[in-house]
């Protein structure tokens, strides 16, 4: 051991160094397994390095963390080498890692085995725990780092000795500069109303381009009231968000994560804690959705029927039973062919009477493929507020549009009675005998405004007016549910448009109970 003390409470002490290799064989390309290999982390530890290397063609590992408490320390999306390199100290960490105490005890990898060839893959994990004075600093970035080494230490000395700390060159929490200079206050505002946000993002914490604090002020400048944070597999963005709260004016954050499985992806939202990915059997993903609920999350699927093999394998939701979930992303980034079968899926499952909630997300990485809005998922909240927009999703009170901009669609159902209702509101059949459809859109002239039942397209009207209202008379028999969209359509007459057709709007159902409703 040795203990390297600088000037004025700077020190420097490898505490210990271990090495673990071992090989996965065969199991072919479609691997879709884990395992663990546990290694042990000594008292006195503020700064982990750790280092996985692997090797064989065809061979493609992913490494996350769990440490001796049982808690997730970090999921690495962005390892693509064959040589990994992540560190953890108390005040900082790798994007995807999760900063905080070094406990002592057994500490494990969990390598994912996406591809292992038929001769098998040698892997080498390689672990160092270090005392230091860094152990408690925050770092940007590389050059943060060397900075504060250069007044205390000779870097080329310090380099040559310690090549490890120079290894890793991405640090997790990067809002300092400008950011800083925008300072602002989060806050819950505003009362009851539709607000509009994204529900699907990734920062640099998993495989987006953006940090935190660039996504937060791109949503901010986007007129978004709210994003979710859904990085793969890892809750690191929501401890980052824990420190970040108090600088976004307006803007509501909530924690999430997007456990991404072999068999599919799902938005956990609002959580309060990391969620298990290694799920592979149906029952696996039941019970996905009961510790989602339990960590106080709403459970979404995404883009069900997204890219399949080659470009994706893991990403439509291959266990096709959604009665169980809250939400199911029915518009994922832009329009396309895919979401056309995904909202013929979620149409059918609530035409049976389930009630599962449509979403939208961006899913944006901060590439050209998605831009931060589009969709906006417009959610009805009695406050801006992390319960307020769950409740509102999990009551079905949601619409979705192309852009933050709109068109902004209002819906209301007052029934024989005299009672008003709304998007995601049941109204009893025993009860009311028809009901006054009002709907007013602003922003959608030249497109086409369809009114749907479970089985028909109900109505059709080309909307002439930046300020189009309809009104009429339905009778409750007539329909299980209602529900509005706005687009334009080859074949308008079709309930489900069967290629890429523009669609600008769509809302969740007015839902008409009947005793045999299933819920
Ligand atoms: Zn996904
Ligand atoms: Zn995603």
Redesign the pocket.
Known sequence: MVLVCFMSGWFFEKVFERVVEGRVVGCGRLCNDFVEVPFVVAEGVNFLYIEFEYDGAGCRLMLGLMDSTDSLRGWCSRCTDKRIRVFISRSSATPGHVPGDIVAGVWRAIVRLDSVSKDGCNYRLRVVGYNTALGDMEFDYLGDVLSKLAKVVNLQEFGLRYPEIFAVSEFAHSCSGNWFEERRTLHSHGGSGWYRGDLHVHTVHSDGRNTLCELLSLAVSRGLDFIVLTDHNTISQNTELVKMRGFCRGLLAIPGM?V?TFYG?VNALGIDRYIDFRRKSREDFEKLVDDIHSAGGVASI??PTIFREPFCRD?PFRYRDLRRFDAVEVWNGPWHLFNNESLSWWHTIVAEGYRVTAVGGS?YHGSNLARLGEPTTWVYAESLNPEGILRGIRMGRVFITHRPEGPIIEVKAIDNSGRVHTIGDEIAESVAKWIELEVSIEMAKKYTFRILTERNVHKIVDIDSNEFKHRERIDVRDAKLIRIEIGKYRNPHELIPQNSDDILALTNPIYITTESLTL
Request: glycine fraction near 0%; hydrophobic fraction near 0%; include cysteine.
């Open positions: 997007e991404t992806h995404n883009h990403c899913d």
